[in-house]
């Protein structure tokens, strides 16, 4: 019944900024990690950012030094701060959280959130 609702997208142009946020809902449930992946036509999804287990954060490489991950743990949410970005960064977001709830792990997966790119 946790439940992943991604905001934030939207079309940005080439160098621009935005920011991504990703709101757990639900009650009786912790959070073990959780993070952002992409997706485009064709492609798997991949990696973008995201907090471990041990509260690191793991960056694509081409994220470094542009994107930055954050959480508000009160509030259950993930933010994605993207800055300098690039035509090739145009996708669907996706927000992800592995989570315990009723001593059982679940993974889930949110609705995405589109991100364009112009150049």
């Known amino acids: 019944q946790v439940q992943l609702v991604e905001s934030g997208g939207g079309l940005v142009e080439a160098g621009g900024s935005l920011r991504l946020a990703c709101a757990a809902s639900?009650?009786?449930?912790?959070?073990?990690?959780m993070g952002w992946y992409r997706q485009t036509p064709g492609k798997q999804r991949e990696l973008v950012a995201r907090?471990?287990?041990?509260?690191?954060?793991d960056y694509a490489d081409s994220a470094k030094g542009r994107f930055t991950i954050s959480r508000d743990n009160a509030r259950s949410t993930v933010y994605l701060q993207m800055n300098s970005l690039k035509p090739e960064e145009t996708a669907d977001y996706y927000c992800?959280?592995?989570?315990?709830?009723?001593?059982?792990?679940?993974?889930?997966w949110g609705q995405g959130t589109l991100v364009t790119v112009s150049s």
């Open positions: 907090f471990t287990r041990g509260g690191s954060v």
């Open positions: 992800n959280a592995e989570l315990i709830r009723d001593r059982r792990y679940l993974e889930v």
């Open positions: 639900g009650s009786s449930f912790s959070i073990n990690v």
